[in-house]
């Protein structure tokens, strides 16, 4: 079929799942994607492929569905990506497949003991971007940021001078910084405030950028509400399908299952903040059982999705996100990635291939 304008192609569909049939049937690609950034995803979900030798196989079948780039995790922190450490033959695999790597997540201590290394490795791949699942919740001598699952805020100032200064060099070297949000970033203060926003107010813009992990709108809050409170800050996204009718929690939720199971690194060190209320602090999230990122009725399934542990994809559940794209205009947006499982991955793909 020929010729179809994306109204009509919206109207036939309606959802991610039937969108993808209707795509299959009629032999259509849409070529466009959310404020013209190219679709992306984050690799960690599928890094049992990646194990078992299959990454250029994993790039064409991604290819094949719309994915043009990729965001990896490092190959010294993350073993499951250790075949990738050659980073010449890494970017030969992405060249054959018409892929780029412009992303990378860096565990926090590889940072703090092989920087430099990475650096080499991230410019041999061709990456321009390094991302941090979570600061932590010990410092490098040691110590603990938390404690009961509660932070404080100097603890928070002290992780973000930490991270201001691995950006500072990052950023010398060509390379653009952001901040991902799990375990410390996602915990609260003793007097209920949430960490995440002072985080963000105490990282330096010209330094370090954030990615928000969709998912985890019920921790910290409605993105739109960041992306317009924090003009310009956030570089970046990791989509995961929403079941935005719940609202935040009013205590910290425990890990998915896929991130406990992360290497040291990825979502290490965050801790539950039990018995905290959202509030205070200029916070901005909303109360404990408001609507999140304008979600309508609600819908079966549990929120995330992240790192293939099941869930929602994108487009068939409760967020409303041709509004959030249009705050991410304003929240500076530059890339994001579809982090799910791969047939997630596929529905969440044909459906933003809707959005313009």
């Known amino acids: 079929m020929a010729g179809i304008s994306r109204r009509e192609f919206i109207g036939k569909t309606g959802s991610a799942s039937a969108a993808l049939a209707f795509m299959a049937a009629n032999g259509i690609k849409l070529a466009a994607n959310p404020l013209g950034i190219p679709i992306g995803s984050q690799t960690y979900p599928h890094r049992a492929r990646i194990v078992a030798g299959e990454f250029a196989a994993l790039l064409k079948d991604m290819k094949s569905i719309g994915i043009e780039q990729i965001e990896l995790c490092d190959p010294f922190n993350y073993k499951e990506f250790a075949s990738l450490a050659d980073g010449k033959t890494a970017r030969k695999m992405l060249d054959d497949a018409g892929i780029k790597a412009i992303s990378c997540h860096v565990g926090i201590g590889i940072y703090r003991k092989q920087h430099k290394e990475v650096l080499n490795w991230a410019q041999a791949v061709g990456l321009t971007q390094l991302s941090t699942a979570d600061l932590g919740g010990t410092t490098k001598d040691g110590r603990s940021r938390l404690s ?49 926003p002072i985080l963000v107010e105490a990282l330096d813009p010209a330094l370090v950028g954030m990615q928000f ?47 406990t199971a992360a290497p040291a690194g990825r979502g290490g060190g965050g801790g539950a ?26 819908a079966g399934g549990r929120a995330g999705g992240q790192g293939g542990g099941g869930g929602l994809a994108v487009g068939e559940d409760t967020v409303d996100w041709p509004r959030v794209f249009e705050a991410a205009k ?11 499982a791969w047939d997630l991955t596929v529905k969440s793909v044909a459906y933003l291939k809707t959005l313009s």
């Open 148 to 196: 009961g699952g509660l932070t404080t805020a100097d603890w928070i100032k002290e992780a973000a001078d930490e991270y201001n200064a691995i950006a500072k060099v990052s950023k010398a070297a060509g390379f653009a910084t952001v901040l991902h949000n799990e375990g410390f970033c996602n915990s609260r203060t003793a007097d209920g405030r949430l960490t995440y």
């Open 213 to 259: 992990q969709m998912s985890s709108m019920s921790s910290v809050g409605n993105p739109i509400t960041y992306f317009t409170i924090y003009p310009g800050r956030f570089w970046s996204a990791h989509m995961q399908g929403v079941n935005a009718t719940a609202g935040m929690r009013a205590t910290m939720p425990p890990p998915l299952p896929d991130k």
């Open 273 to 298: 903040a039990r018995g905290a209320a959202p509030a205070g602090g200029g916070a901005p999230a909303p109360a404990a059982g408001a609507p999140m990122a304008g979600g309508a009725a609600a």
């Open 330 to 340: 304003i929240g500076g947006l530059r890339n994001f990635f579809v982090e799910q």
